[in-house]
């Protein structure tokens, strides 16, 4: 592993506490590959409590539920009242 992608992950190790993420875990090249058999790596950082969320991916799921039961989608209309 190059020293500047350990050094990368040592950052975003500091990142992660500072934004209140304590729990993250030290996964060797061993793990890695029984983890995650298609990435290849020799050391990375598992973190149990925290995730990314694709927010497009979301609202697109949001808007094709309510098309398929009905809903009207008005994008940059102004909300008045009922």
């Known amino acids: 592993m190059a020293e500047d992608e350990i050094h990368r992950l040592e950052l975003t190790r ?3 506490l500072e934004n209140g ?3 993250l875990l030290d996964i060797n090249g061993k793990d890695l590959k029984r983890m995650e058999p298609e990435i290849h790596g020799e050391a990375a950082l598992f973190s149990p409590s ?3 969320f694709d927010s497009h ?3 697109k799921s949001l ?3 309510g098309n398929n039961n009905g809903m009207i989608f ?3 209309t102004p909300f008045i009242g009922r």
């Open 14 to 16: 500091r990142q992660a």
């Open 21 to 23: 993420i304590d729990d």
């Open 50 to 52: 925290s995730g990314i």
């Open 57 to 59: 991916g979301f609202m």
């Open 63 to 65: 808007y094709q539920l």
């Open 74 to 76: 008005a994008a940059n």
